[in-house]
Antibody, heavy 123, light 106 residues
Framework: EVQLVESGGGLVQPGRSLRLSCTTS????????VSWVRQAPGKGLEWVTF??????????EYAASVKGRFTISRDDSKSIVYLQMNSLKTEDTAVYYC??????????????WGKGTTVTVSS | DIQMTQSPSTLSASVGDRVTLTCRAS??????LAWYQQKPGKVPELLIH???SLASGVPSRFSGSGSGTEFTLTISSLQPDDFATYYC?????????FGQGTKVEI
């Protein structure tokens, strides 16, 4: 069974940092790209960041709203993806989902989702 | 960035109804479109990818169509389990965008 489990969320003050983790199992992690998607309270879905598999360079992409503040990385030896979030703003408050992204060459779509971890940015 | 607009925002329907949801892209995305279902308090689930390909395990009452800038998701006979919010996603670039969602309610 494909599983993605997010952790690391919590309450943090504006301007501070937080690191989220996405621990995966049930599939060959190294073969897949991964994204983070967030959902603010009562709002829709917003893509945040993406990282390719090592076979495709392991390179990241970022939404304009987080570029320069967030960093995605992956550890294929542990089947984990990390999201380092710096200079957090109140508008970053959301549930953060980790997704497995399947290649539909040359593009990717999200085909499996974790249950999410809640990040609240407030003073 | 490509903007995705879903209509209607809310759709009221009854069990057994045939319902059609629409998603429009601000520019052509070929067939690089997916649909997701999200029930309250739950995780989004993939229904359709590449505009019309049914994801594994998804009931055949769901179908998708369209290409270019206009897409539809059709539920042929609405079931009680289908009352949820539906999102479209364009994945024609490496900057993904979702529609704002259509809530299907009783």
């Amino acid at each position: 069974e494909v599983q993605l489990v997010e952790s690391g969320g919590g309450l943090v003050q504006p301007g501070r940092s937080l690191r989220l983790s996405c621990t995966t199992s049930g599939f060959t992690f190294g073969d897949y790209a991964v994204s983070w998607v967030r959902q603010a309270p009562g709002k829709g879905l917003e893509w945040v960041t993406f990282i390719r598999s090592k076979a495709y360079g392991g390179t990241p992409e970022y939404a304009a709203s987080v570029k320069g503040r967030f960093t995605i990385s992956r550890d294929d030896s542990k089947s984990i993806v990390y999201l380092q979030m710096n200079s957090l703003k109140t508008e970053d408050t959301a549930v953060y989902y980790c997704t497995r992204d399947t290649l539909d060459y040359p593009f990717y779509y999200m085909d499996a989702w974790g249950k999410g971890t809640t990040v609240t940015v407030s003073s | 960035d490509i903007q995705m607009t879903q209509s209607p925002s809310t759709l009221s329907a009854s069990v057994g109804d045939r319902v059609t949801l629409t998603c429009r892209a601000s520019q052509s995305i070929s067939s690089w479109l997916a649909w997701y279902q999200q029930k309250p308090g739950k995780v989004p689930e993939l229904l359709i990818h590449k505009a019309s390909s049914l994801a594994s395990g998804v009931p055949s009452r769901f179908s998708g169509s369209g290409s270019g800038t206009e897409f539809t998701l059709t539920i042929s006979s609405l079931q009680p389990d289908d009352f949820a919010t539906y999102y479209c996603l364009q994945y024609s670039t490496y900057s993904w965008t979702f529609g704002q969602g259509t809530k299907v309610e009783i």
